[in-house]
């Protein structure tokens, strides 16, 4: 069977394999077997770690280490190196549309799905000089740069947007877009995009995107959707208005391609203190001003918040906090150890 062409990377033009290949050509064996098996770049697509390598070399993890670092110094010197130039420049150039910092997965997919080619990439990367990383830490994911100024711009935006948000903030995608630009006044116009800034904000591991595309901390059940009541809030608050139970579990089904037993979601709302039962399973949002209690507690409230009123308005008032008939906040009011009913014909509480 003839030998099959070797494949161009899907983004770039170039065929990393074959540019790899003669770097890794023009060193020491040992050097080279050690380069393969650190970055997946032989038979074995898996990396290996400095361990693994020393105890299949009989020599210490410091020692790979030692060997990694001073291969990658002599191939920089190597006229494969030199030669390799017109493909670094074409990485330099993908770096820079994507924003000119990128988190690595989304640089490695956006340029192959091909996990192989990928480690070559990985390799190209790593070795050429334009290329500068952040490593991963509790701020930020790992990513790639090519201008520093820029990075940093963009690190310093991602900590300034975080701290201007609550635990309890959701903000539409175009508007937390428009709000990151805020914080990158001086920035170049090419990088003022939509899909620009979503890649930048994928780097913070503080804000993150909800089911929804909401944005918020990462770390708030708003966004870091765990079970059935994090999805149940995410789905009342989507309809925008109160609903049963039953109309919950559906509609959780319905957005998110998850099963939600009737019994289990409403055991979720009766536990969560996000929700405020409002009538029969009718089950509402604390946030949209609704207050806990049963019909009679609302009455008070009610009482307590605008002095006497007449029975229409009391019910009046009440139906816009509980889904119940009005004869229920009539017969509510009939009870005298709560309520007294003046001359004027107007409702106090008694005390």
Not at 42 to 66: A, D, W
Not at 87 to 105: H, M, T, Y
Not at 151 to 171: F, R, T
């Amino acid at each position: 069977m003839a030998p099959t062409a070797e494949k161009t990377a899907d983004k770039t033009g170039f065929k990393p394999k074959a540019i790899v290949r003669k770097l890794l050509a023009t060193l020491p064996e040992r050097s080279r077997m050690v380069l393969e098996a650190r970055f997946g770049l032989g038979s074995n697509p898996e990396r290996v770690t400095l361990e693994s390598i020393g105890k299949r070399y009989g020599i210490t993890r410091e020692r790979v280490r030692q060997i990694e670092n001073h291969a990658l110094t002599q191939l920089k010197k190597s006229p494969a190196f030199t030669e390799a130039d017109a493909a670094f420049k074409e990485l330099e150039r993908i770096v820079d549309s994507l924003g000119g910092i990128v988190c690595e997965d989304d640089l490695l997919n956006f340029i192959t799905k091909d996990k192989v080619m990928q480690n070559h990439i990985y390799f190209l990367l790593v070795l050429g000089d334009p290329f500068k990383y952040r490593k991963e830490d509790d701020e930020v994911q790992r990513c790639w740069y090519v201008d520093p100024k820029l990075a940093s711009q963009v690190e310093n935006a991602l900590k300034n947007l975080y701290e201007g948000l609550s635990d309890e903030d959701l903000i539409p995608e175009g508007e937390m877009i428009d709000r990151f630009l805020k914080e990158l006044q001086n920035i170049n116009d090419k990088h003022r995009n939509g899909e620009v800034v979503k890649r930048w904000l994928s780097i913070s591991k503080k804000v993150g995107k909800n089911p929804l595309g909401e944005w918020g901390h990462a770390s708030s059940p708003n966004v870091k959707t765990k079970g059935i009541r994090d999805y149940a809030y995410l789905a009342v608050k989507k309809h925008g208005s109160p609903l049963h139970f039953k109309e919950v579990a559906a509609l959780i089904e319905k957005m998110f391609h998850r099963a939600a037993h009737v019994a289990t979601t409403h055991n979720e709302l009766i536990k969560d203190d996000r929700f405020v039962l409002v009538g029969r399973g009718m089950y509402a949002l604390k946030e949209w001003g609704y207050a806990q209690g049963v019909v009679r507690d609302v009455i008070r409230n009610v009482l307590r918040e605008n002095g006497p009123l007449t029975k229409d308005q009391i019910v009046e008032k009440v139906l816009k906090e509980r889904h119940v008939k009005p004869g229920t906040v009539v017969v509510n009011l009939q009870n005298q150890k709560y309520f007294k009913r003046g001359k004027d014909g107007k409702f106090v509480l008694v005390k």
